[in-house]
């Protein structure tokens, strides 16, 4: 039991590392992954093009890049790279709780992070979420670390001894490089920087009130609190140093998307998603839907979703009022961790009112980070048989969340590939077409758009101009070295620009079934 404490730490890396990489090519690339695939395929000039006709900025591309031609760019070496960043996400998270609590509240909070669904499938896919709360964890870090200890959070002196000097420089520098890196990683990072001031100014404001009874003699000095100094410009110009080389291409994106409206996937929020994300957050989202522009949270066999939006809402409210009526001492820090989660929730959520539309789980992936510091804290409270409970409820609900099934059929099938290697094939939607660009290439394939078969998205980033289409069913049907592939069950549907007479089954691989016609 002594080494088990001395290393429980490193007891829960291990865990989260486990529950991370158990499986991890087992299921299938959906869209975005695919995406992915395919840029850091190409060139690396091509794949900056590819960068720059989508909406996001170029870091993780051209680290995964590298990284991922170590594992010939397979779906295994792909999600590697976040499944690292997601492990180290648990240890970013145990150190920024370590700082403003204490050990114990740290290992909570890790224990949360290493289990939650929610992080564990960000974790394994493809994508730049996971390096993303990375970094944003990272900066917070060394933001928080430039400010008095919880004891000494109301002198004075405390604050300008941390804050300044040559261990506040490096803390500003570090806190710059590491929201930089956001920002270069993900376009939310730049949202992060009102909300990271608004930390800064939250801790110079009590200190200063509390040395100056509230007077008109004392407005002033009020006021210059939430003036920035030294330190909190320093690492503001880190931040700004190190993306002002991807400006041009930001400022096209932002063009791009006002004229394109390239992110009406996404739906105005209202204000009870807050409550929404947070469930999705503890308890995940359904793997199969992943696909989809917004995922809702997991479903429970016998539980409303209502009945669980109330519950979260409740209980999170709980937890936040019985720790500022027991934790006195950290009032600060638990000011800290709400306003990097629900402040910075509630900041995308205003957003919408400008027409800006940004509210999805993934984007926030960071705020459900210091969301589960704030339960790693009232576990570290509370006592030993109520964390028994908590965690045992918390079993419960899991194991009764509805499974939805998801595609398994691609990986399936490109490990047989070599069969229909004198075949070419057809697909019947664009979204499935870049899907199968990633596991077969371009090359192989002929999109017939069965919806809508005028329509050519050779535009979309993922596809470009070396598309091979066809308006034609006649084409489809007459080429008897071709075969369709399709995730659903051809033959049944009704659809005026297909018909299904003569189509036969050849093969199937779990979820991907091979046509052709007779």
Same mark, same amino acid.
């Given at each position: $039991? &002594?080494? +088990? &404490?001395?290393?429980?730490?490193?007891?829960?890396?291990?865990?989260?590392?486990?529950?991370?990489?158990?499986?991890?090519?087992?299921?299938?690339?959906?869209?975005? =992954?695919? @995406?992915?695939?395919?840029? %850091?395929? =190409?060139?690396?000039?091509?794949?900056?093009?590819?960068?720059?006709?989508?909406?996001?900025?170029?870091l993780y591309y051209l680290a995964l890049k590298f990284f991922a031609s170590f594992f010939g760019y397979s779906v295994f070496g792909i999600r590697l790279f976040s499944v690292i960043f997601g492990v180290l996400c648990i240890f970013a998270v145990y150190l920024f709780t370590r700082e403003l609590?204490? &050990?114990?509240?740290?290992?909570?909070?890790?224990?949360?992070?290493?289990?939650?669904?929610?992080?564990?499938q960000y974790s394994m896919e493809g994508r730049m979420y996971s390096m993303f709360a990375f970094f944003i964890i $990272?900066?917070?870090?060394?933001?928080?670390?430039?400010?008095? +200890?919880?004891?000494?959070?109301?002198?004075?002196?405390?604050?300008?001894?941390?804050?300044?000097?040559?261990?506040?420089?490096r803390n500003s520098i570090l806190f710059g490089l590491f929201l930089g890196l956001a920002a270069l990683t993900h376009y939310m990072g730049i949202i992060f920087i009102p909300v990271f001031y608004a930390v800064y100014g939250m801790y110079k404001f009590p200190v200063l009130s509390s040395q100056f009874p509230v007077s008109k003699?004392?407005?002033?000095?009020?006021?210059?609190? @939430?003036?920035?100094?030294?330190?909190?410009?320093?690492?503001?110009?880190?931040?700004?140093?190190?993306?002002?080389?991807?400006?041009?291409?930001?400022?096209?994106?932002? %063009?791009?998307?006002?004229?394109?409206?390239?992110?009406?996937?996404?739906?105005?929020?209202?204000?009870?998603?807050?409550?929404?994300?947070?469930?999705?957050?503890?308890?995940?989202?359904?793997?199969?839907?992943?696909?989809?522009?917004?995922?809702?949270?997991?479903?429970?066999?016998?539980?409303?979703?209502?009945?669980?939006?109330i519950a979260v809402t409740i209980f999170i409210t709980a937890v936040v009022l019985y720790l500022f009526r027991v934790e006195t001492r950290y009032a600060s820090s638990l000011e800290? +961790?709400?306003l990097l989660s629900l402040? @910075? $929730?509630?900041?995308?959520? @205003?957003?919408?009112?400008?027409?800006?539309?940004?509210?999805?789980?993934?984007?926030?992936?960071?705020?459900?980070?210091?969301?589960?510091?704030?339960?790693? %804290?009232?576990?570290?409270?509370?006592?030993l048989p109520y964390r028994v409970m908590a965690a045992g409820f918390y079993v419960i609900l899991l194991f009764l969340t509805i499974p939805l099934g998801y595609s398994e059929g691609?990986? =399936?099938?490109?490990?047989?590939q070599? &069969?229909?290697?004198?075949?070419?094939?057809?697909?019947?939607?664009?979204?499935?077409?870049?899907i199968a660009k990633y596991y077969l290439g371009a090359d192989r394939f002929t999109l017939y758009n069965v919806d809508w078969p005028p329509y050519n998205p050779d535009y979309w980033a993922a596809i470009g101009p070396s598309l091979k289409r066809t308006e034609n069913f006649e084409d489809l049907k007459n080429d008897k070295e071709a075969l369709i592939i399709s995730n659903t069950q051809l033959g049944g549907q009704d659809n005026v620009n297909f018909d299904p007479t003569g189509l036969q089954l050849i093969a199937q691989y779990k979820n991907i079934l091979i046509y052709r016609f007779r």
């Amino acid at each position: $039991m &002594k080494y +088990v &404490k001395k290393y429980s730490f490193y007891l829960i890396l291990i865990l989260a590392s486990a529950l991370r990489l158990w499986q991890l090519n087992r299921r299938d690339f959906w869209y975005d =992954e695919a @995406f992915t695939g395919i840029a %850091v395929k =190409e060139s690396w000039t091509g794949m900056l093009k590819m960068i720059m006709a989508d909406v996001h900025p170029p870091l993780y591309y051209l680290a995964l890049k590298f990284f991922a031609s170590f594992f010939g760019y397979s779906v295994f070496g792909i999600r590697l790279f976040s499944v690292i960043f997601g492990v180290l996400c648990i240890f970013a998270v145990y150190l920024f709780t370590r700082e403003l609590f204490n &050990k114990k509240a740290a290992l909570y909070a890790g224990i949360i992070a290493a289990v939650s669904p929610f992080a564990i499938q960000y974790s394994m896919e493809g994508r730049m979420y996971s390096m993303f709360a990375f970094f944003i964890i $990272m900066a917070a870090y060394f933001l928080v670390k430039q400010f008095p +200890v919880p004891s000494a959070r109301y002198s004075i002196s405390a604050f300008v001894t941390t804050g300044k000097g040559k261990l506040g420089a490096r803390n500003s520098i570090l806190f710059g490089l590491f929201l930089g890196l956001a920002a270069l990683t993900h376009y939310m990072g730049i949202i992060f920087i009102p909300v990271f001031y608004a930390v800064y100014g939250m801790y110079k404001f009590p200190v200063l009130s509390s040395q100056f009874p509230v007077s008109k003699k004392r407005l002033l000095e009020l006021f210059k609190s @939430f003036l920035p100094d030294k330190n909190i410009l320093v690492g503001y110009a880190v931040a700004l140093l190190i993306f002002t080389p991807w400006i041009p291409s930001f400022i096209k994106h932002l %063009v791009k998307n006002a004229a394109s409206n390239s992110l009406d996937w996404i739906r105005p929020a209202n204000f009870g998603d807050i409550a929404v994300n947070i469930q999705m957050f503890i308890f995940g989202t359904p793997l199969g839907e992943m696909s989809s522009g917004m995922p809702g949270p997991n479903e429970f066999y016998g539980i409303a979703d209502i009945s669980m939006w109330i519950a979260v809402t409740i209980f999170i409210t709980a937890v936040v009022l019985y720790l500022f009526r027991v934790e006195t001492r950290y009032a600060s820090s638990l000011e800290t +961790v709400l306003l990097l989660s629900l402040g @910075f $929730m509630v900041l995308v959520w @205003f957003l919408g009112f400008l027409g800006k539309y940004y509210f999805v789980a993934r984007y926030l992936l960071p705020a459900g980070y210091f969301i589960f510091v704030l339960l790693g %804290v009232w576990l570290a409270r509370i006592r030993l048989p109520y964390r028994v409970m908590a965690a045992g409820f918390y079993v419960i609900l899991l194991f009764l969340t509805i499974p939805l099934g998801y595609s398994e059929g691609w990986n =399936e099938f490109s490990k047989n590939q070599d &069969k229909y290697k004198n075949n070419g094939f057809y697909i019947l939607n664009a979204f499935d077409y870049v899907i199968a660009k990633y596991y077969l290439g371009a090359d192989r394939f002929t999109l017939y758009n069965v919806d809508w078969p005028p329509y050519n998205p050779d535009y979309w980033a993922a596809i470009g101009p070396s598309l091979k289409r066809t308006e034609n069913f006649e084409d489809l049907k007459n080429d008897k070295e071709a075969l369709i592939i399709s995730n659903t069950q051809l033959g049944g549907q009704d659809n005026v620009n297909f018909d299904p007479t003569g189509l036969q089954l050849i093969a199937q691989y779990k979820n991907i079934l091979i046509y052709r016609f007779r």
